[in-house]
């Protein structure tokens, strides 16, 4: 959910260059020991490098520029099988984040970020041996304030790195701020719980319709040639959720409510934290008087999106309406795999129905 001015130093040029151009002058490289005798010792430098005539701004939440969060920044596999991702999905409020969420690589530079990985994946369930680790490099690229984000993908020159554990696969924890998983602020309570509602309320209303209209405009705009099967499934999944061992907590447990972050899904429980900007977000039937879906501030649609992650293991592909919908046209693969295209597609749903 953001308008912010660039900083750069070709802004003229840059306003002008298509995202697809500037992605492709970036590139990913990963350095790191080639043999380890522990999980803890995988540590990693990623240099992204921008070949290109003008400098870069990136959104860089849930890509290899973001070295603090615990988020998903690498793919790892072991002959061919996947390693458990264990670490934070998270929800970021566009409209809040400032320049810190942000990496501006100038023309002709590389900007390194050091990345320990350690707790963030599940390597005991696959053993010892020989692991691929590829970096994710779907990127948002920062445009202008008439055009805030734009869909780009820099895979060019990203290479899998290759490192062998010898020895301790034992599972890594995250580190954690406090020990308590529930929520002792009876307010922040009960907005959580009337917000977890409104979550499961959006997503029985979207999958009725989708169930009802199909691949009308609104689906396809969103989800492009993904079966409605799918969209389905997913929905309800979030509009059937009653597992007792899941928490919604208000405790930031992960030390992951960085600038702009409104909440986070912990993969390795499905527990889900909400953030201090999550209580400014408003209710469902303000979709019909006083906020547009655009705006991306629908509290059950937090709530939807989180559990999203929780209930089928979406994706944060990216963020942000429009670009959601630049997915169901160019990607319907990461469109139906982006937990935030079941955000705003739930409330677009409930804007275009309801109101």
């Given at each position: 959910m953001l308008c912010l001015s660039l900083i750069t130093l070709g802004l003229?040029?840059?306003?002008?260059?298509?995202?697809?151009?500037r992605a492709q002058a970036l590139s990913v490289s990963l350095t790191g020991p080639s043999s380890v005798n522990s999980v803890g010792e995988l540590k990693l430098t990623a240099a992204v490098k921008n070949a290109g005539a003008e400098d870069v701004k990136i959104l860089k939440y849930g890509t290899v520029l973001d070295g603090n969060l615990p988020t998903r920044s690498f793919r790892i596999s072991k002959d061919g099988q996947k390693a458990k991702f264990t670490g934070a999905k998270i929800s970021v409020d566009l409209n809040k984040v400032s320049d810190g969420a942000f990496i501006t690589i100038p023309a002709g530079q590389t900007y390194t970020v050091e990345h320990d990985i350690s707790a963030l994946y599940d390597l005991e369930s696959l053993g010892t041996g020989s692991y691929s680790i590829e970096p994710v490099t779907t990127f948002q690229i920062w445009s202008n304030d008439s055009e805030p984000v734009d869909r780009a993908k820099a895979q060019i020159g990203s290479e899998a790195f290759?490192?062998?554990?010898?020895g301790d696969v034992k599972r890594r924890e995250l580190p954690r701020k406090r020990a308590t998983v529930s929520c002792d602020d009876?307010?922040?309570a009960s907005y959580i719980s009337s917000s977890y509602q409104e979550g499961q309320e959006l997503a029985s209303i979207a999958s009725d319709y989708v169930s009802s209209n199909g691949r009308d405009d609104l689906y396809t705009s969103y989800f492009g040639t993904t079966p409605t099967?799918?969209?389905i499934g997913?929905?309800?999944n979030v509009a059937n959720e009653d597992d007792s061992g899941r928490t919604l907590n208000c405790a930031d447990v992960a030390n992951a409510c960085d600038d702009g972050v409104i909440a986070y899904t912990l993969t390795s429980t499905t527990d889900i934290y909400f953030c201090d900007i999550f209580y400014d977000e408003v209710e469902t039937e303000q979709l019909c008087s006083g906020t547009s879906v655009a705006s991306r501030n629908i509290?059950?649609?937090?709530?939807?999106?989180?559990l999203t992650h929780a209930?089928?293991?979406t994706e944060d592909v990216g963020y942000g309406c429009d670009y959601d919908q630049s997915l169901g046209e160019s990607s319907p693969d990461e469109a139906a795999e982006n937990a935030d295209n079941y955000?705003?597609?739930?409330?677009?749903?409930?804007?275009?129905?309801k109101c």
């Open positions: 003229g040029a840059l306003a002008y260059a298509s995202p697809a151009k290759a490192v062998k554990v010898n009876t307010s922040q099967s799918t969209v997913v929905l309800d509290r059950g649609g937090t709530v939807l999106h989180e209930t089928s293991g955000n705003c597609f739930s409330t677009q749903v409930y804007a275009s129905t």
